[in-house]
């Protein structure tokens, strides 16, 4: 009896997780669809009453949304593929570099906030410096990597590699910061009952602070999945790539008050890439982490 009665309860959990997966669905695209109806009602308003506040209105500076789909769908230049197709390529490319930097920046990131939680004397020496790196503009530090980085890496690493350390640079800030919140906010009763234990350090990193470290650690990773993104983009135009989304900006800003569509089309790939980037972290911390019995009504 409590095996046939377990079936119909299985089946309504996965009902009710069907419906929320198709409230969520229908939510997004209720979004987009209000997003599109402010842009055109927008570009409506402003074109017909002339309106030039906070900048004119006209098909250069807004192009109509159906303009900017269709662009994906036609050639950005004679004899090549559609621009929908150029686009999905260079965004893999970058993504095989975002992907790298966030990696990196990732683990660094949390190697160092794993020091400093076990050295105040190195969290007050040390933590001031790690702020201060963030404060330097990306552009102005993206030449200096591409000159140091480049010639000692590998040939096959050699120019993507150099926009991988770029986009770590902005990764591992939010990891570095994040992790060593949630790896100070372990319950110091269970870290006193692994010490009383004779547990070492490195026992109650992982048994105890980096637990619960994660929920801090994956919302910093949301951060940085996109900032990667950003990195990777920026990092491509001082190394010269053009295999990638960065290439594409610089071709198409060039060609922007003739054709806007095609530099508008690159931004939404662009803003895909971070998205899916950001669903990935989604996605990992849905399966690794679990809510405390205590918090599951």
Known sequence: MAQVAAVPAGRRTFRREQDRAATKVLAVAAVVVALVGLWELYHWIWASTGWTWPFV??????PHVWTIAKAFAQPAQVNQPALGTVLFHKALFTAKEAAAGFALG?????A?????????????GFLPYIVA????????????VVVWVNPKLPSGLQGWGSVAVIAAYLTFFPVAINSLRGLQSADPRAVELMRSYAAGRSAVLWKVRVP?????????LKIAATASVVGAIIGELPSGIQSGLGGAIINFNQYYSIEPQELWATNIAAALLGIAFFLLVVLA???LVHRPPEQIA
């Open 57 to 62: 209105v006209d098909n250069t500076t807004m």
């Open 106 to 110: 990732a683990v660094v990131g949390f």
């Open 112 to 124: 160092i906030a794993v020091v400093l939680v076990h050295s105040r004397l190195l969290q007050r």
């Open 133 to 144: 790196s963030q404060t330097v503009p990306i552009l102005a530090v993206a030449p200096m």
């Open 212 to 220: 619960a470290s994660l929920p801090y650690v994956f919302a910093a």
């Open 285 to 287: 911390e849905k399966l």
